[in-house]
T-cell receptor, first 113, second 114 residues
Framework: GAGVSQSPRYKVAKRGQDVALRCDPISGHVSLFWYQQALGQGPEFLTYFQNEAQLDKSGLPSDRFFAERPEGSVSTLKIQRTQQEDSAVYLC???????????FGNGTRLTVT | AQSVTQLDSQVPVFEEAPVELRCNYSSSVSVYLFWYVQYPNQGLQLLLKYLSGSTLVESINGFEAEFNKSQTSFHLRKPSVHISDTAEYFCAVILYNQGGKLIFGQGTELSVKP
């Protein structure tokens, strides 16, 4: 079946602009995660949803970052007033249950100029 | 605090040679352990996992990893690498009963040369 789909694949934003990154998880997957991967680094946890409930947002770096999953399926990560340090690949992952292995999308590469 | 340490950022190796990518973790609770592989411009793919049972786990493409609780390690090995194994490898842990949040190491870049 289809894997985790993320769009856009690449996004260039000028500093100060707002961006919205979309994630379509595997159908039926309950858990959804967002990660941030800076160049040359391992992915860093941002936030976690179980269905539509955001159970953990401890990794969001500032109040400029906001994530939602209103119907328990598609999720959107929004970054307001982007800064250069927000440049990274943003990875979405889903799993069937909380303890199942994660399936990752190909990520959205955000470049803030 | 829980953490994952990958001791080598880059590992160059010749084709058909053996390789070991090292991973150590620190945690005060039980963990599940994973290795993910990331090919250039692609997403992370699960390579193998340890949840319970036998401490030696294997992947379909010849990699294996052994969970060593006393040394808190989960090193990845392959007896003979191919050019196609060139990729970034990430060790990760999930804390037991913590909702599946993966904590990743910094990654090891495996470069296989002919």
């Amino acid at each position: 079946g289809a894997g985790v789909s993320q769009s856009p694949r690449y996004k260039v934003a000028k500093r100060g602009q707002d961006v919205a990154l979309r994630c379509d998880p595997i159908s039926g997957h309950v858990s959804l995660f967002w990660y941030q991967q800076a160049l040359g680094q391992g992915p860093e946890f941002l936030t976690y949803f179980q269905n539509e409930a955001q159970l953990d947002k401890s990794g969001l770096p500032s109040d400029r970052f906001f994530a939602e999953r209103p119907e328990g399926s598609v999720s959107t990560l929004k970054i307001q007033r982007t800064q250069q340090e927000d440049s990274a690949v943003y990875l979405c992952a889903s799993s069937l249950t909380g303890d199942s292995p994660l399936h990752f999308g190909n990520g959205t590469r955000l470049t803030v100029t | 605090a829980q953490s994952v340490t990958q001791l080598d950022s880059q590992v160059p190796v010749f084709e058909e040679a053996p390789v070991e990518l090292r991973c150590n973790y620190s945690s005060s609770v039980s963990v599940y352990l994973f290795w993910y592989v990331q090919y250039p411009n692609q997403g992370l793919q699960l390579l193998l996992k340890y949840l319970s049972g036998s401490t030696l786990v294997e992947s379909i493409n010849g990699f294996e990893a052994e969970f060593n609780k006393s040394q808190t390690s989960f090193h990845l090995r392959k007896p003979s690498v191919h050019i196609s194994d060139t990729a970034e490898y990430f060790c990760a842990v999930i804390l037991y009963n913590q909702g599946g949040k993966l904590i990743f190491g910094q990654g090891t870049e495996l470069s296989v040369k002919p």
